[in-house]
């Protein structure tokens, strides 16, 4: 009953306000004619605000749904470009239906105050049609704000707000055996210098942000790595996960000097953006955008010689966000 | 003055400006042995080893390990020759890549400035410094372009990007493998010259070297489908097909959006 009673007061409030306004209206001299009102197109407009709020809020959704991995692109590209699509159809249907446009063949009225106010009023009357203002103002609103908030939320992945377990595990133990793209292990001997490998975790996704690492022989006596990290590198050999801190793309290059004495270091190189890491210097950046080392795994030789993870990565895998620093992998 | 004497004078004029050129030019140029027709392949290698290679690889290719003033007064430091083999002088060679106008530049493909003979001596003469590898001798007939591209994509893409138009690496450029022969991939793919790794038999074999080679080859002839081919360079092309669509949806919505001036 109290439900009823407050709807009628609102409709009461409503047609009221709307009585005054058009005896309002009329008092005064218009210009241009008042347009027929045109409900069918307001009615439009309302549904496409709808509908782009909809997909603004779909995005945020997805977002909130795969974050912080494996975010189907396809899904946010679609949320937002329909949004944005939508919008642009109701602002359409605003201009073509709902905004009375007239014409005034005056020359400009440079000295004639009296025109300038007529202008103004022509601008003034020119929305004099629409009927339900404030309804259509509020799904602008919402439609606006849902896609300003939809366009905000990636800043959530800056922070440790959101679900970031999976960047913090990782395959590797202490005796996990690294394995070539076809599952055979690398033995310690065929690791020649001056060239790059790629390396899997024994029995482990090989897709897994954690698995790849990157292989390659650098002269033990020209190594460099930190005290903490002695023993890391039997023979000289280092292993450093293949996905660059940066921005996650896979460190696919490798460059090395044919002549020592005039060519730059041997390094490890993104492709992306550049990013350069000194593999003889457990991974720290020479070059590029890149703000953390390459996070290192220590290897160690087992029995017949083959190659095997001596304990887990030195740092968190993966690109680097607000909190990466904070804690290690698991 | 007349017409014969301002002949001459601009001659002279045009003689000067030459001979100033040419002393303005940095030493580029090959030192060639009077009697070279005549002198036997070992021989000629040695002499034109003397005459353009010596000052940065040494008098016999143990190499230059600081940066020295040799002949001319150019700086000359480089890598020892000695085992290197036929198969680097080879490539280097017939690249265009040595000799080197600075030691402080990427060896890049240019004109080659040997002859095929003075190339064919050199080449002996190198491998003569300390044996090493002969000059390969690919089979891309042999190879499968799609295991070609499996390794390709692997080993090769990340600098050279995946149809071989290549790219940079910190520090250097990758070059594109349009104009690379066959035997030349082979000899650069085992070598590594510059900043490039390199692979050996144990990670690339030969066979899949044959792969590697008729893959890159085929790069030079792909299967088009039609249309503009953009020298397939990848998504662009697609992206330049979206581009004009969507340019003419936008011209489409103005229309729409827009009404005609009544004049």
Redesign the interface.
């Known amino acids: 009953m109290r439900i009823w009673r407050w709807l009628v007061a609102l409709a009461t409030l409503l047609l009221g306000r709307r009585a005054r306004r058009r005896a309002q209206a009329e008092q005064e001299q218009r210009i241009v004619p008042e347009g027929r009102p045109e409900r069918r197109a307001e009615t439009v407009v309302l549904v496409l605000l709808g509908i782009a709020a909809l997909f603004a809020i779909g995005f945020i959704v997805t977002y909130a749904e795969f974050s912080p991995t494996g975010i189907p692109n396809e899904l946010l590209g679609i949320c937002l470009g329909m949004a944005l699509a939508f919008i642009a159809a109701a602002l359409a249907v605003v201009a073509k239906r709902l905004v009375v446009s007239e014409e005034l063949e005056h020359d400009y009225p440079e000295e004639h105050p009296e025109e300038q106010e007529e202008i103004a009023e022509l601008v003034r009357e020119s929305g004099s049609r629409i009927t339900r203002k404030r309804l259509l103002l509020g799904a602008g609103a919402a439609a606006g704000g849902a896609l300003g908030v939809a366009a905000l939320t990636p800043a959530l992945s800056l922070g440790p707000l959101w679900y970031t377990d999976p960047l913090d595990t990782s395959p590797w133990r202490r005796g996990t055996a690294l394995v070539d793209e076809n599952g055979r292990p690398y033995a310690a001997q065929d690791v020649e210098q001056d060239t790059f490998y790629t390396a899997f975790p024994q029995g482990a996704d090989p897709e897994d942000i954690g698995s790849p690492v990157v292989l390659a022989r650098v002269d033990p006596s020209q190594l460099r790595l930190p005290a903490s990290r002695a023993g890391w590198a039997p023979l000289g050999i280092v292993a450093y996960s293949k996905i660059c801190t940066h921005a996650g793309c896979a460190v696919a290059l490798y460059r090395k000097p044919t002549f020592k004495p005039l060519e730059p270091r041997p390094a490890f190189v993104c492709p992306c953006h550049y990013s350069t890491f000194d593999p003889a210097a457990g991974g720290t950046v020479i070059y590029g955008p890149a703000g953390r080392p390459l996070p290192q795994l220590p290897l160690m030789i087992d029995g017949l010689g083959s190659l095997r993870a001596a304990g887990n990565f030195s740092d968190r895998v993966g690109p680097s966000w607000g909190a990466v620093r904070e804690g290690g992998p698991k | 003055m007349s017409r014969s004497r301002r002949i001459v004078l601009v001659v002279a004029l045009l003689v000067l400006g030459a001979v100033g050129l040419a002393k303005a030019q940095p030493q580029s140029g090959i030192v060639r042995p009077t009697q070279e027709p005549s002198t036997a392949t070992l021989q000629l290698g040695a002499q034109l080893y003397a005459g353009n290679c010596a000052t940065c690889h040494g008098i016999a290719g143990e190499g230059v390990?600081?940066?020295r003033p040799g002949a001319g007064g150019v700086l000359g430091?480089?890598?020892p020759l000695r085992g290197v083999g036929a198969r680097a002088a080879d490539l280097y060679l017939r690249r265009g890549y040595m000799p080197l106008s600075s030691?402080?530049d990427q060896p890049l493909t240019n004109r080659v400035l040997f002859s095929e003979k003075e190339i064919q001596s050199l080449t002996t003469y190198v491998a003569s410094l300390g044996g090493g590898p002969a000059i390969p001798n690919p089979q891309p007939g042999q190879g499968d372009i799609s295991e070609g591209v499996h390794l390709f994509t692997?080993h090769c893409?990340?600098?050279h990007q995946i149809v071989a138009q290549g790219?940079?690496?910190?520090?250097?450029e990758a070059p594109p493998l349009h104009s690379v022969t066959a035997t030349e991939i082979a000899e650069s793919v085992r070598i590594?010259?510059?900043?490039?790794?390199?692979?050996?038999t144990?990670?690339i074999t030969d066979a899949q070297l044959n792969s590697i080679v008729a893959y890159v080859l085929s790069t030079r002839h792909p299967a088009n489908r039609g249309g503009w081919s953009i020298g397939n360079i990848g998504p662009v092309s697609e992206g330049i097909i979206a581009w004009l669509i969507g340019i003419a949806a936008l011209v489409a919505?103005c229309v729409?959006?827009g009404?005609r001036l009544?004049s």
Do not use: D, N
Request: net charge positive; aromatic share 8%.
């Open positions: 390990a600081s940066p430091a480089g890598p030691i402080h692997a893409a990340g600098c790219g940079f690496v910190t520090g250097a590594g010259p510059y900043l490039m790794p390199r692979f050996s144990k990670q919505v729409i959006l009404e009544r």
